[in-house]
């Protein structure tokens, strides 16, 4: 039957039942993309600024590259999923697999607008069946033998494919577009992507396939102004576009890791790889203030982490008190909070025998609840003077997209390591994070096979029914920037902009020395630190290079009731960058 229909409507019609897209950076509008390019040189933005837009928003640390691509996606019809998909892929391109993995973990939480339910999704590390004593994976500092024992079963492919399989509407090949075409066409050497090659030459060096990844360019190191082409990763994002997440389990590439891995003395099988599923389950949540704060659900760690720190703080009142940065009793009492929060897990067993004498019975599931909170607020003290503390966190990625339909993905992802890694293997022009290497305790409290817990807390809030906020945070102070922004937001009712720019509380990694408060040196008035030191705290400031190292980075995304616009913050200084539409 012949169409009845001008050629061109019935042309952009079939388009649209096909709902294909041509996400492709060589065809983005003219100047679009040496603008972002441009941006890519410098970690941060150059001014604070509000974005803002009536139909979608994307919001993502460090690659303007990738935001720009997620964008790209939500303008051509993709959901917040197929966006944060794209953003997501984007970021391991543009970050040439150092600090994020296409080998490496995520998680997210998701609101879906079709059934206004909040969803969260774990695609965390999966162990090794064969590890039998985990206690004795070399250090990341061992660079002798053993080093395919510090890998784990990544998640990041499967988990992103879960994503845009459930709550997607582009062709999956279409998500991988932008991180293809830069793999091939080169990603520009700022200043930090050649500062990390300087900083870890020596582990990239120590296997043939890592000297072929970093000199990629030519013999010498990777250097500014340079473009860095990824021959092999394209091969492997090409193969994934066209075969599914599959390829990199069963698939060539996964036998291939497996393979290097048992090389180097690791116990990874093709049945590991074969079984490993992302765990789809209801997020945690808690009241806050009159909203729902949703994090991730009972098999990771963030989520409890997130929750209790809220809680405490209701149970304390800080939400009834004055900016953090203004007020030093709301400040102590957030510290205390988090300097909780973050260290409970690791010696749970510690409370638990504590309070158990005053009929108090607790378990790692109660950390979300209120009554929780209330049972510790006795104990803050005692608990500060047990022994253990918890284990560094690592590099990663944040994601905040709100879509037209006001779908909203909070997605945080990881190679959960330092740069690249300490093992120099690479397979498929994609280097294997050695994230093993500092989780020995955890590996032997768990059942061989089973998923490795995370400290990864994207969060949404949701407001009369409907999401209001959203959070992604990395680094080593996650929680702190998570919980800040939270309390900011609905405890203290200030804007985005300002909770933003508001000075970061430091994790105090000596737990020896609890009364001692980190701070960044210039960012609090001096008589509020006054203040301080008459109320008994002793500050110590840190300079803004070893504030990099302490602090968290997050993005945040909200939309406004009744008018429904999207806001996202680009903040001079902070590692994050905004779009909109």
Request: glycine share 10%.
């Amino acid at each position: 039957m012949k169409s009845s229909l001008p050629a061109g409507i019935f042309a952009l019609a079939c388009a649209s039942l096909s709902n294909g897209a041509d996400l492709s950076p060589a065809n983005w509008p003219p100047g679009d993309r040496a603008r972002v390019e441009a941006l890519e040189q410098q970690p941060w933005p150059a001014a604070t600024r509000l974005v803002e837009g009536n139909s979608g928003l994307v919001t993502g640390t460090m690659s303007p590259i990738a935001v720009r691509a997620g964008i790209e996606a939500l303008k051509q019809g993709g959901t917040a999923a197929d966006a944060a998909a794209v953003v997501a892929l984007t970021q391991v391109t543009t970050a040439l697999g150092s600090y994020v993995s296409y080998a490496g973990e995520a998680q997210l939480v998701y609101y879906d607008s079709k059934t206004d339910k909040v969803h969260s999704m774990n695609a965390g590390w999966g162990s090794y069946l064969g590890e039998s004593d985990p206690k004795t994976i070399p250090a990341a500092a061992n660079m002798e033998a053993g080093q395919g024992r510090k890998t784990l079963v990544p998640g990041f492919m499967a988990g992103i494919e879960a994503m845009q399989k459930r709550f997607g509407t582009l062709p999956f090949a279409d998500l991988f577009e932008p991180a293809i075409w830069y793999s091939e066409n080169g990603i520009t050497v700022s200043p930090v992507l050649a500062s990390f090659f300087a900083s870890r030459q020596s582990y990239l060096s120590r296997t043939p396939e890592g000297r072929a990844f970093m000199h990629q360019g030519g013999d010498h190191l990777p250097v500014v102004g340079e473009r860095f082409v990824q021959t092999e990763a394209v091969r492997t994002l090409r193969a994934v576009a066209q075969h599914g997440a599959q390829f990199m389990y069963t698939g060539e590439w996964g036998q291939e890791y497996v393979s290097a891995v048992q090389r180097e003395g690791g116990k990874a099988t093709i049945e590991d790889m074969k079984r490993y599923q992302p765990i789809w389950e209801d997020p945690l949540s808690t009241d806050f203030d009159g909203h729902t704060v949703y994090g991730p659900g009972p098999s990771t760690q963030g989520g409890y982490d997130v929750l209790e720190a809220m809680n405490l703080i209701e149970a304390l009142k800080v939400d009834q008190m004055g900016l953090y940065w203004k007020d030093p009793k709301a400040f102590q009492g957030l510290s205390r909070v988090l300097e909780l929060a973050v260290i409970t897990p690791y010696i749970h067993s510690f409370i638990a025998s504590s309070v158990l004498k005053y009929g108090v019975k607790i378990s790692l599931q109660d950390r979300a609840t209120k009554a929780y909170a209330n049972a510790m607020l006795p104990f803050v003290d005692p608990i500060f003077n047990a022994p253990q503390k918890p284990p560094a966190s690592n590099h990663s990625d944040a994601i905040v997209i709100i879509d037209r339909w006001g779908n909203v993905a909070a997605l945080v992802h990881s190679i959960n390591t330092v740069l690249w890694g300490t093992t120099g293997m690479v397979v498929g022009g994609v280097p294997l994070s050695d994230a093993a290497c500092f989780q020995q305790a955890r590996l032997a409290a768990l059942k061989p096979g089973d998923h490795v817990p995370s400290e990864m807390a994207p969060v949404i809030v949701v407001t009369n029914g409907k999401p209001s906020l959203a959070v992604a945070a990395v680094g080593v102070a996650l929680l702190p920037e998570t919980v800040r922004i939270l309390l900011g937001s609905l405890g203290n009712h200030i804007d985005a902009p300002t909770t933003m720019a508001a000075p970061p509380l430091l994790l105090n990694s000596d737990y020896a020395k609890r009364s001692r408060i980190q701070i960044p040196e210039g960012r609090y008035d001096s008589d509020f630190l006054a203040s301080l030191g008459v109320a008994g705290m002793t500050v110590q400031t840190k300079s803004q290079q070893e504030v990099l190292g302490l602090k968290g980075t997050a993005v945040m995304g909200t939309i406004s009731a009744p008018s429904g616009v999207r806001q996202g913050v680009e903040v001079t200084g902070i590692f994050g960058f905004a779009d909109a539409y």
